[in-house]
């Protein structure tokens, strides 16, 4: 899922200090799932603001929604009436759903209350980390199912470099060295030898670098 | 046991700490409570194993954002006592007025202005 | 295949070879350098530059190359992976070869992390391993990166990489040397050795597989100059062993500096009796002034003459 982390709310404040009414919509996706940007979250950041700007001598009124997902125009439609009398939205949802929002509702101020950060999963409840570089062009099968391009901080196919020591990445004890863990694991596998291989230059036109990205599936498309 | 304590306590009962979150919490304030303290049982013995736990972090979550929108962590606090411990009740009961006293009162009892309307769950 | 490399000649004439390491500055006058390239040319045989080393920003290895050339000392140019993608490594290489540079020294780079704008964007394009495949297939077979052929002038480096026998996992580092050398590495410097024994095991598991009649290995050393520094490298330098007794010794020491040479100049001696080991690279950034009296002393002086 997408991993996002609310920014400061000081910062937020700032983006809608100018505002009287707002709309906060949170997201019942991936945000719900890591704790940043669903309903609760929402309801939280309201009140927080609603308190802040009280104090201040300048009160805010909030008007809250969560939809099921703001990455599909078909879950925006139903917020048009809501829209309609408000100053600025404010969007908990990751970047996509900022960008739909601000499309769908493009003469409104749109503000992002988060910072959507990676690709990951959850570690344990409470911890989520990095998984997948979104490279477009998996390798999984060649290195035990560790992705070297997102967990190896250097994105080295021949790895390991010279910096990784007692299993540890050289930028920090707590990142793990993605090939120490890819060696370990093609060990158990009895893959060792796939390991000698040279692995040739990625495409990375196939990832962000080649200009934003599209999918299609043609036979889904109805007129 | 009859001990006195402070009136100015409004007690809400709830079957467990535990079931504090955030939102209860922002809402007492918003509502004009000068100070709020979350009364959990003793650590290792909550009935539902760890809800006092929880507590005790959605607190220190809440105190940390409240000092960020400045009205202040101080005004929030957790204590462990048992259902037995009336003493203690009182105890805390008059601290924690004291430290409130000492603050004064919320500056969000000024004005009730600020509204807001939350439009049901999920769209 | 030949080179117009005087290393090269070196090595594959028997030689123990010697080779040095300078730092460039953190400013744009080349005055330091020159200085350095004079004060070394007798007693090395050619010399590192390092590339933006902790990814600090000097001036780069490539001009400070030109600058050593000029002072009549054999340049080895370092490019990591870490802030050029594969169109200005192959240009600035190309660059590089026009104006005289033979010698290439293939590395991933330290992360920017390190160093003095961690803001930076991240390239890392190809890695080391691909890097020195496809400059050894630029010169052999004539063709760019993409595959394209290469009319004419192609350049002809010779063509090294680091191991590391001190970082994880140890048993794969030797298997990765060879995939380096399979990749086309001729000669190897290796990290820093203070844990002779572990270097031992490590040129044990070379010369089972053959790599050391493969490649040219030289075994890297750095005097140290005080406890503290031994310290520093001990503790903060991933991939990198001290034992506790080098520390020790030189916090016992009258006069740590000279300490830390003479545990050297013991090291190099040493090392000179390892079979499968070509030569010695010492590193002594922001030290350089000792590097005539370490080559003298370990009985490498003078250094042999190439036609």
Not at chain 1, 112 to 124: D, E, H, I, K, L
Not at chain 1, 128 to 150: F, M, Q
Not at chain 3, 195 to 204: A, I, K, L, N, S
Not at chain 3, 266 to 290: C, N, S
Request: proline content about 4%; some cysteine; hydrophobic content about 40%.
């Amino acid at each position: 899922m997408i991993i996002a982390q609310q920014k400061p709310i000081k910062d937020i404040a700032a983006m809608i200090e100018d505002c009287k009414k707002v709309l906060l919509v949170g997201c019942a996706g991936c945000v719900t799932v890591c704790l940043s940007g669903g309903e609760k979250e929402t309801e939280v950041l309201a009140s927080s603001l609603r308190i802040m700007r009280r104090l201040q001598g300048n009160p805010l009124e909030t008007v809250t929604i969560t939809a099921t997902r703001q990455c599909d125009p078909e879950y925006i439609e139903p917020l048009e009436n809501l829209v309609k009398d408000v100053d600025a939205i404010i969007s908990l949802a990751c970047g996509v759903g900022v960008q739909y929002l601000a499309e769908r509702f493009h003469d409104k101020w749109v503000v992002p209350a988060q910072n959507t950060m990676f690709v990951g999963g959850s570690r344990t409840h409470g911890v989520w980390e990095e998984r997948c570089g979104l490279c477009g062009d998996c390798i999984l099968h060649r290195t035990g199912g560790i992705c070297p391009i997102i967990r190896c901080s250097k994105s080295i196919l021949n790895g390991p470099c010279g910096g990784s020591q007692y299993g540890k990445c050289e930028i920090s004890k707590d990142v793990d060295c993605a090939w120490q863990l890819i060696y370990d694991r093609m060990k158990a596998l009895g893959k060792l030898d796939k390991l000698m291989e040279i692995q040739p230059p990625k495409d990375w036109s196939k990832s962000r670098d080649g200009g934003p990205r599209k999918a299609i599936r043609e036979d889904v498309m109805i007129g | 046991m009859r001990l006195q304590y402070s009136s100015n306590i409004r007690i809400i009962e709830m079957p467990c700490s535990g079931t504090i979150d955030h939102r209860v919490l922002l809402q007492a304030f918003e509502d004009g409570a000068d100070g709020v303290f979350v009364a959990g049982c003793m650590e290792g013995d909550c009935h539902f194993q760890k809800g006092n736990y929880r507590a005790k972090k959605r607190v220190n979550a809440v105190k940390k954002l409240l000092d960020e929108i400045g009205l202040g962590g101080d005004r929030l606090e957790m204590y462990n006592l048992s259902a037995a411990m009336g003493p203690r009740f009182a105890e805390i009961a008059n601290e924690m007025t004291e430290r409130i006293r000492q603050l004064g009162p919320s500056p969000l009892r000024k004005d009730k202005a600020g509204t807001s309307r939350k439009e049901g769950d999920v769209a | 295949m030949k080179t117009e490399s005087k290393l090269q000649k070196l090595l594959d004439s028997g030689h123990f070879a010697v080779t040095a390491e300078i730092g460039p500055p953190k400013h744009a006058s080349a005055h330091g350098i020159r200085h350095h390239a004079q004060m070394l040319k007798d007693y090395v045989d050619a010399t590192n530059i390092t590339d933006c080393q902790t990814a600090i920003v000097r001036l780069s290895s490539i001009a400070s190359a030109v600058h050593i050339l000029d002072c009549g000392l054999e340049p080895i140019v370092q490019m990591t992976c870490r802030d050029r993608n594969r169109i200005a490594i192959q240009s600035d290489l190309l660059g590089a070869y026009s104006l005289g540079v033979r010698n290439l020294l293939c590395l991933s780079g330290d992360h920017q992390k390190f160093g003095n704008e961690p803001s930076a964007k991240n390239v890392y394009d190809i890695d080391s391993i691909q890097l020195i495949y496809l400059m050894r297939r630029m010169r052999d077979e004539k063709l760019f990166f993409s595959g394209e052929p290469i009319k004419e002038h192609e350049p002809r480096f010779f063509i090294g990489a680091v191991a590391n026998p001190f970082a994880d996992p140890f048993e794969f580092r030797v298997a990765r040397l060879e995939k380096k050398v399979e990749a086309g590495a001729e000669f190897i410097q290796t990290q820093c050795i203070f844990d002779m024994e572990r270097f031992e095991r490590f040129m044990e598991m070379v010369r089972e597989r053959g790599i050391h009649e493969r490649v040219h290995i030289l075994a890297g050393v750095t005097p140290l100059k005080s406890w503290r520094a031994a310290k520093y490298l001990q503790t903060s330098v991933s991939g990198m062993i001290v034992p506790d007794d080098i520390v020790e010794r030189l916090k016992k020491a009258d006069d740590p500096k000279r300490e830390g040479i003479e545990i050297c100049i013991e090291q190099i001696k040493h090392i000179r009796t390892i079979p499968g080991v070509h030569g010695v690279h010492i590193m002594a950034i922001a030290w350089e002034e000792v590097v005539p009296e370490i080559v003298e002393r370990s009985g490498l002086y003078p250094r042999p003459k190439v036609e």
